[in-house]
């Protein structure tokens, strides 16, 4: 990693260079919702002035750029009697400006998954190997406790991040492109007086955060709690709509389907992004549903991210941006759930008896 | 407004090359490419039942062929182009490297597809995956085998194994329940276990038949009927999911190692791969821990069977 300071006016021109000769993406508003706040996405941008850098958050993730809903896995061509299959992994180089530290552990999480084991995609490692990311910082939102999962500052998983320190960004080089792209322009080492600053932007972000939740222990709680009401009262509420899913930056669950072209010559393998809120996740053939209650699926969504995934990859999934809770139709939202989860267990502690003092 | 001593041209930020980040993948031990499938035709279609027929499928191309080596237990996923992807367990014996043995049930849209499809039809097969029976382990002990219905699809290839092996095995027997007689599969192999590999055969059936003169009642009756001694006995359980608890719940008592119990779960995977996360319970992934667990296994895993 090599450290650089650049003004935010050279910034912008930086940028602007990038964006006007790539095909890039940043967050755009798009909309307002119907409590009148704005709505950013990640959109096409042509020019610097389209950006919102102070934008406050999107409302899908950026893992759409790597997982798209619908992609194509491979492709049968027919012909007398026969076929052939054909695979392609090409991705076209794409810029995303204005990741956030969460959204760019988010990515480092799915390279966990699926870049390592026996089987990794080569699908994913295309689109990650092609894609230019440009993270910058931010003060959390009300509702943000990625602090929680330890997700609110990244080491890794990108080529630049910029941090505000005031009239300049404090830039975090983290690839060969980056420095290259970044040597036409003015930028100096940082001196002490910028390190300082730095530190102060650190500090004051990690004390900007107002939700917090206790995730210590929880992969053993979420064990012990496997038949507590507490899922029976959320699963209640849960329409089993999939919309977590969708917005979550990690969440990267599928099914493959198939289907003929219209002229019958070719079939494609798509597999298309799924949710294991919706109801037929764990069916199999027969028609027997491993899961089928709606608290079943949401208690199995918290399990994997909370738990199972901790098993696995010794880290939990989830990054704390809190989309799946603004996103919720029916107002679950991880803070909720786990809290919930946790007093339900403190309730139990009540009765168990103190450890005997030392006098 | 544009600086013009600074153009970043279009092929700077070039594609990077696929085949570049190949060495990359590489240099991880054992990964495996399975976006391809190896082309199969099918050989021969046999109807076991209603519901049930065994196609005999071979990888047309030798190279192929003889690449693909599987463990009794594994499970492929079969391809029938245009109509989509099942997991299947194979049913064939595994030093069998000409042909693979499937037994499947019209259950959904593909098995209709497949039922419908002929012999010499081109189907894709991506695989072996998953875990499998413990074989080694097992030799030198007696081997309870416990099928219920279609459960014996996945049994087969072990007991081919134990079949071409039996000399390494003491006490082998196969408890096998169906709905009805009709039911029943490979019953044509039944005199084959019985009389020339010693298996000792228990069937039995839920419903019989006028012609049917065995056993009827639940597959737990046929316990009765032979002797187990515990510590030297590993068993193997396939079934519907409400079997899993009263077999293994009966052996638990009996006082069978919970380790030495090996059940073989149902999931409908979609990649076989540990990626579309379809056939996930609790932290496993029945795909590459499975299909083959050990009941300790199972018996932590919440929502298992």
């Known amino acids: 990693m090599i450290y650089k300071i650049i003004s935010k006016n050279e910034f912008k021109r930086f940028i602007d260079a990038l964006v006007r000769s790539n095909s890039s993406f940043g967050p755009r508003l798009v909309d307002t919702d119907s409590r009148g706040e704005a709505v950013y996405q990640f959109q096409p941008v042509s020019s610097v002035d389209e950006i919102a850098f102070d934008y406050t958050r999107t409302t899908s993730s950026a893992k759409h750029f790597f997982l798209p809903f619908r992609e194509e896995l491979s492709r049968f061509h027919f012909h007398d009697g026969d076929w052939d299959q054909s695979v392609s992994y090409e991705a076209n180089p794409v810029v995303i400006i204005g990741l956030r530290a969460c959204d760019i552990s988010a990515l480092n999480i799915l390279d966990d998954v699926l870049l390592n084991g026996h089987f990794p995609s080569a699908y994913y490692l295309a689109k990650r190997k092609n894609t230019f990311v440009i993270g910058m910082d931010h003060l959390p939102l009300p509702d943000c406790f990625c602090k929680s999962m330890n997700h609110h500052t990244v080491p890794t998983g990108f080529n630049l991040f910029c941090s505000d320190i005031g009239d300049e960004y404090y830039l975090a080089i983290n690839s060969s492109k980056a420095f290259n792209f970044l040597r036409e322009f003015e930028t100096r080492d940082p001196q002490y007086d910028e390190n300082c600053r730095l530190a102060e932007r650190r500090k004051l972000i990690s004390s900007s955060f107002r939700t917090e939740i206790d995730v210590t222990g929880l992969p053993a709680i979420l064990d012990i709690e496997f038949d507590s009401p507490v899922w029976k009262k959320w699963g209640d509420k849960c329409l089993s709509c999939g919309t977590c899913a969708m917005v979550c930056p990690t969440c990267y669950c599928y099914s493959v389907e198939e289907s003929f072209a219209p002229d019958l010559n070719s079939s494609t393998r798509q597999k298309r992004l799924y949710s294991c809120n919706l109801v037929d996740f764990a069916a199999v053939a027969g028609g027997h549903n491993f899961r089928p209650k709606n608290g079943d699926r949401l208690k199995y969504r918290y399990y994997h991210q909370h738990r199972g995934f901790a098993e696995n990859a010794n880290q939990q999934i989830c990054v704390g941006c809190n989309r799946c809770g603004r996103a919720c139709l029916a107002g679950i939202n991880p803070k909720d759930v786990i809290n919930d989860l946790r007093q339900e267990k403190d309730t139990c502690m009540t009765s168990v008896s103190s450890s005997p003092r030392r006098s | ?305």
């Open chain 2, 1 to 305: 407004m544009h600086d013009q001593r600074f153009v970043i041209p279009p092929q700077e930020l070039n594609r990077e090359d696929f085949a570049s980040s190949v060495p990359e993948f590489n240099r991880r031990a054992e990964v495996m490419n399975t976006d391809m499938g190896y082309k199969c035709a099918i050989t021969n279609i046999v109807r076991l039942t209603e519901q049930e027929k065994l196609f005999q499928i071979r990888i047309i191309d030798p190279g192929e062929r003889a690449l693909f080596r599987f463990r009794p237990g594994q499970f492929l996923m079969l391809e029938l182009p245009g109509y989509g992807e099942v997991p299947i367990s194979i049913s064939s014996s595994s030093t069998n490297h000409e042909v693979l043995e499937l037994c499947i049930r019209k259950a959904g849209s593909v098995t209709s597809a497949l039922f419908n499809a002929g012999e010499g039809t081109r189907v894709a097969i991506r695989g072996p995956f998953g875990s499998s029976f413990p074989m080694d382990e097992m030799a030198g002990h007696n081997v309870l085998l416990i099928a219920g219905g279609l459960g014996i699809a996945p049994l087969r290839a072990p007991l081919f194994w134990i079949n071409e092996h039996r000399n390494r095995f003491l006490d082998v027997s196969l408890l096998y329940g169906a709905k009805d007689p009709s039911q029943l599969l490979f019953t044509w192999q039944f005199n084959e276990w019985d009389m020339i590999s010693h298996i000792g055969l228990h069937t039995i059936v839920e419903h019989g038949s006028d012609e049917w003169t065995g056993k009827t009642g639940m597959i737990t009756d046929l316990f009765n009927d032979i002797s187990i001694d515990p510590g030297t006995t590993y068993a193997i359980v396939c079934g519907p999911p409400v079997m899993f608890k009263f077999v293994c719940g009966y052996l638990d008592r009996l006082g069978i190692p919970m380790n030495r119990m090996f059940v073989s779960l149902e999931r409908r995977m979609h990649c076989g791969m540990g990626k579309c996360c379809r056939c996930m319970v609790g932290s496993t992934f029945t795909c590459i821990d499975g299909p083959v667990f050990d009941y300790w296994s199972v018996m932590n895993l919440k929502e298992a069977i």
